[in-house]
């Protein structure tokens, strides 16, 4: 998706910066993609509960990582809501890379006897 359209054509840009923070990640995880000769595989998971994990990344038949982006993950309903996709992704694909994009949170917690990272937008485009 073009965000320079979405901030063109759109009402409020406001409420859309969590699905521009997604195509933003999307975009990055793609040109590294292009980049590596191991090439990646980038994936999206959803269960039968509409839980869901943004970005699945698998290296051959491993997946290696786990990616939530959440604009504020401050929200109680909306952190219980990305943790437990994370958990349950985690348990069904055995991972245990599990990574939050956020705004502005930058740290590593335990949720439920998982360690999950949460690093901002701007230091995971650093690499």
């Known amino acids: 998706m073009d965000t320079g359209m979405i901030n063109a054509l759109g009402f409020s840009f406001s409420k859309n910066i969590g699905k521009l923070m997604e195509n933003i990640v999307a975009v990055e995880l793609l040109r590294q993609k292009s980049g590596s000769s191991s090439r990646p ?31 504020d993950i401050n929200d109680p309903k909306t952190r219980e809501r990305e943790l437990k996709s994370l958990i349950r992704a985690k348990s069904e694909m055995g991972c ?31 690499g």
Do not use: A, M
């Open 96 to 126: 245990s890379d599990l990574l939050v994009i956020t705004w502005d949170r930058e740290s590593v917690e335990e949720y439920k006897g998982n360690s999950i990272r949460f690093v901002p937008l701007w230091k995971w485009l650093q």
């Open 41 to 71: 595989g980038i994936f999206y998971w959803k269960d039968h509960q509409h839980r869901e994990v943004d970005f699945v990344i698998r290296k051959g038949t491993v997946v290696s990582q786990l990616i939530q982006v959440c604009y």
